[in-house]
């Protein structure tokens, strides 16, 4: 619920939208530039740098041989984390994941996963016994609006530059990566689309991040079929504002997906 301190804020950004405008001069369905940077991070078996506007975020992948799930004995795993660092905004703290860091990761980590992006019967190395484990951790460098899609673009991105390491004696040398990469089937873009009084819009800033109503992140892969969808804010949906908002996240998916 939007706090007495911003309503004023929420008139002025209603207002401006009705003209159809936003404050920093986009339309309503318009992002900021977005940027993608490959291999950022040397430690890493695959990673990303990438950035919205003046929002910066970092994803990276680790990779490492376990045991599989007794329900899933020939299947690899994978998880994703998200860290919200306090240099990267004043509204961050340090500690424990909070809230808002958990539903950052499980939203990335349910749009890759429910679209089979990632072939995980390929990453088992011997059934019962040993899979490769990606871990995606995801760091956020400044957070100007719109930390989810940022978030799942970079983490996306981190997966398609990863490169297994060397394995010797059942032993993993992360000092030599082969040029072998994940087997990776489609590329999940999540969308997220804001609802700001009777509004659509989508790459919010900080301002307009205070005072939506309702948020509805659209997962696709490139055919446009949905994997994922997260509801988020305080009102609810209509079936007509959700179908606005699935359509929206699909036309924009395909725009972004060419960043990659």
């Not at 950022?40 to 990276?60: F, L, M, P, Y």
Request: net charge negative; proline share 5%.
């Amino acid at each position: 619920m939007v706090s007495k301190m911003n309503e004023q804020l929420r008139e002025h950004i209603i207002k401006s939208l009705s003209a159809g405008i936003r404050f920093d001069g986009r339309k309503p369905l318009e992002y900021r530039t977005v940027s993608v940077e490959y291999g950022v991070s040397k430690n890493a078996e695959g990673s990303s740098r990438v950035k919205i506007g003046e929002t910066e975020v970092i994803a990276g992948v680790k990779l490492s041989i376990d045991k599989p799930y007794p329900d899933t004995p020939d299947d690899g795993v994978m998880s994703v984390n998200a860290e919200l660092l306090p240099l990267s905004s004043p509204e961050f703290e340090g500690g424990p994941p909070d809230e808002q860091s958990i539903e950052l990761a499980r939203v990335v980590d349910r749009g890759i996963r429910e679209s089979k992006a990632i072939d995980t019967k390929k990453l088992c190395i011997k059934k019962n016994e040993k899979v490769w484990m990606i871990s995606v951790d995801i760091v956020t460098i400044n957070d100007s609006g719109n930390l989810i899609d940022a978030s799942a673009i970079a983490a996306l991105a981190a997966l398609k530059d990863a490169k297994f390491p060397s394995v010797k004696d059942e032993m993993v040398d992360y000092k030599k990566l082969t040029a072998e990469k994940l087997p990776m089937k489609k590329d999940p873009m999540a969308i997220t689309v804001y609802k700001i009084g009777g509004h659509f819009i989508v790459d919010p800033d900080l301002d307009e991040e205070k005072v939506y109503d309702a948020r509805l992140t659209v997962t696709t892969t490139p055919d446009g079929t949905i994997s994922a969808l997260q509801k988020g804010g305080d009102l609810p949906l209509t079936m007509e504002d959700v179908e606005k908002m699935v359509d929206t996240g699909i036309d924009k998916a395909k725009e972004l997906r060419k960043m990659l």
